[in-house]
């Protein structure tokens, strides 16, 4: 459902929203290219748990391109940018800690890569009329696809078996299902819960209005000032 809405934002809504505002897409840009920093960081961290030489190469050479990503998303951001742009803060979290962690890994990177190129190509198709950023998109797409075939490739190479690295992509399909259920869930309940404080505030808001005027203004219930006469005073 999340993936069919972020489709349906990215192919309706974006185009209107950056012909409208350069800066807007400029500020995506950028975030994509942190996006694509920490894909490299991330890949170059996977090295230091992996024995096999062929696996650790394809980390290095995925993590090479990550980089080369991040610099041509932030040179396009440039380009575009009417303004200083803000910083992303983008909370990093460690994918692997340990040997064990590197076949999931191996299993989320194939599956991220595939979305995230899927994602470009629409944001390629979003670019309208800024024509160097969508040649941006679909170029570094063409390099996921690639960096998707060949995680599959060393999944398989890491556990020894088409079946296992099978259960590891569903695995992550459906931890990804599970977490982006959570986030539409939990903003669903923010908006129940803000429309229950307004019902809230429209029914009893005007009924009390008038008791809480009288209060306010009777003097025999104003709180007292501080300070008065020598007397008054401990
Ligand atoms: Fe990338
Ligand atoms: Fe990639």
């Not at 670019?127 to 570094?140: E, L, P, Q, T």
Request: proline share 3%.
């Amino acid at each position: 459902m999340t993936i069919l809405l972020r489709k349906l934002i990215t192919a309706v809504a974006l185009p209107i929203r950056w012909r409208r505002d350069r800066q807007h897409a400029a500020e995506t840009l950028k975030a994509f290219s942190e996006i694509e920093f920490d894909s490299a960081w991330q890949y170059l961290n996977a090295i230091r748990y992996v024995d096999q030489p062929e696996i650790q190469l394809m980390l290095f050479g995925n993590c090479l391109e990550e980089m080369e990503h991040s610099d041509k998303f932030l040179n396009a951001a440039h380009k575009l940018a009417s303004a200083r742009m803000g910083g992303h803060s983008l909370a990093r979290k460690e994918l692997v800690r340990k040997p064990n962690d590197v076949p999931y890994f191996l299993a989320f990177a194939h599956d991220s890569e595939r979305s995230i190129a899927t994602q470009f190509k629409g944001y390629a198709r979003a670019c309208g009329k800024f024509s160097d950023a969508a040649a941006v998109f679909n170029d570094i797409a063409i390099d996921e696809e690639k960096h998707e075939r060949e995680a599959r490739s060393s999944l398989v190479s890491a556990v020894g078996s088409e079946r296992t690295a099978r259960w590891l992509i569903f695995k992550v399909k459906l931890s990804k299902a599970y977490s982006g259920w959570m986030r539409v869930s939990k903003k669903l309940g923010d908006m129940i819960f803000a429309a229950w404080l307004g019902v809230i505030f429209l029914l009893f808001g005007s009924l009390l209005r008038n008791y809480c005027r009288r209060t306010l203004l009777n003097p025999s219930r104003q709180t007292p000032q501080l300070g008065g006469t020598k007397n008054e005073c401990y």
